[in-house]
């Protein structure tokens, strides 16, 4: 088993949460950030079972399933810990 693309979730990750982190205090919106982290788990649930549901490899699931968890994780903290950092520290 191959994990795919966990380092762009990584990225991806941390510039979303780099750039919330400092949005909400610049929105005086700091309050929200456990709405946020919880949307932002939401979504990348959302994504991994859109990507399961447009391939075209009838088990998907099956075989990807270590990949679609550790992707999911890896975005999620990789977002949540500098969102809380920032919205702390501003």
Same mark, same amino acid.
């Given at each position: 088993?191959?994990?795919?693309?966990?380092?762009?979730?990584?990225?991806?990750?941390?510039?979303?949460?780099?750039?919330?982190?400092?949005?909400?205090?610049?929105?005086?919106?700091?309050?929200?950030?456990?709405?946020?982290? /919880?949307?932002?788990?939401?979504?990348?649930?959302?994504?991994?079972?859109?990507?399961?549901?447009?391939?075209?490899?009838?088990?998907?699931?099956?075989?990807?399933?270590?990949?679609? /968890?550790?992707?999911? +994780?890896?975005?999620? /903290?990789?977002?949540?810990?500098? +969102?809380? /950092?920032?919205?702390?520290?501003?």
């Amino acid at each position: 088993m191959k994990l795919s693309n966990t380092t762009e979730h990584l990225k991806v990750g941390a510039i979303a949460g780099i750039a919330t982190g400092m949005l909400l205090p610049i929105l005086h919106m700091e309050p929200l950030w456990l709405a946020v982290i /919880i949307a932002a788990f939401v979504l990348m649930v959302l994504f991994e079972l859109w990507q399961w549901k447009v391939s075209t490899n009838p088990n998907y699931l099956k075989l990807k399933w270590l990949d679609c /968890i550790v992707d999911i +994780m890896a975005g999620w /903290i990789s977002f949540s810990v500098p +969102m809380v /950092i920032l919205c702390s520290m501003l």
